[in-house]
């Protein structure tokens, strides 16, 4: 069988990557990528028996692709903090790792979401996909993007499949964690070249149809309370990337208008 390793991304996240270790302790390797923690996470790690690696955050695709780099095996497992791998995806990637040739280089995972006490069946999140979770080293890549990365297959002719079962992702252990993420995301995503030429108006149009899109058309009205916070969710991350593009192309002009009325 081939051999797996498994990286995990890492930062203040001493409440959750215990656990996440743990669903992964099968694997030949696991490596914890941290950006200098100032909790208790890299040494929970070490303590588990974790490879723990120092990595400046400049991005969370800069991130993953140095995260890869410090992976000792060919095919590698990549788990974030808040996500917890089943048996059912432990036997599942085994069985692939086992095959003559595995018919992808890349694959899906499908994620089940638990939120405000229950899980999560609509409002978008289920099933709910990231990048590849399981590939082959030199058959992708992450894009250098700051948030939401993208990824590339680079090997030729290198396909994406996609895993039946899935992992397990608590995505905020509390509605401060929510509006944390949303200020942190909507500041990097601010930057990105698709934000620029951004106004309060398209702020406001680009929020307001994230929320109807995930309430009303992804049906996150049935998901009751945990539904609704969803929604408002994405719509505070949408507006604030847009106003907070505007902040950054305005900034030098504002500050320029506030010493003048200082001066007054």
């Known amino acids: 069988m081939r051999k797996l390793s498994v990286y995990i991304i890492a930062y203040n996240e001493a409440e959750k990557i215990a656990d996440a270790i743990d669903s992964v302790r099968w694997a030949d390797e696991v490596i914890v990528a941290d950006s200098h923690s100032t909790d208790d996470t890299a040494r929970i790690a070490e303590s588990m028996g974790a490879r723990v690696v120092q ?12 995260a890869i780099r410090a992976c000792s095996h060919d095919w590698i497992f990549s788990l974030d903090s808040d996500e917890r791998c089943t048996v059912a995806v432990r036997d599942e990637i085994r069985a692939i790792l086992a095959e003559a040739e595995p018919a992808h280089g890349a694959y899906h995972v499908p994620r089940r979401n638990y939120f405000l006490g229950r899980e999560i069946r609509h409002s978008g999140w289920y099933p709910n996909f990231r990048q590849p979770q399981l590939f082959r080293r030199d058959a992708m890549r992450y894009e250098d993007s700051p948030v939401h990365e993208g990824y590339e297959m680079i090997a030729p002719g290198a396909t994406v499949g996609q ?5 397990w992702q608590l995505p905020y252990k509390d509605l401060a964690e929510v509006i944390a993420k949303m200020n942190r995301y909507s500041t990097l995503g601010a930057s990105k070249p698709r934000q620029a030429g951004s106004s309060f108006a398209k702020a406001l149009g680009h929020g307001s149809w994230a929320f109807l899109r995930h309430y009303v058309f992804k049906a996150g009205v049935l998901d009751g309370w945990a539904g609704f916070v969803i929604a408002l969710a994405y719509f505070e991350v949408t507006f604030y990337r847009y106003a907070k593009a505007v902040e950054l192309a305005h900034r030098a002009e504002w500050d320029d208008g506030w010493k003048n009325i200082l001066k007054r």
């Not at 990595?55 to 140095?66: C, D, Q, V, W």
């Not at 895993?163 to 992992?167: D, E, F, G």
Request: no cysteine; hydrophobic share 45%.
């Open 55 to 66: 990595i400046e955050f400049t991005g969370f695709g800069a991130l993953r692709n140095e």
């Open 163 to 167: 895993l039946r079962q899935a992992i």
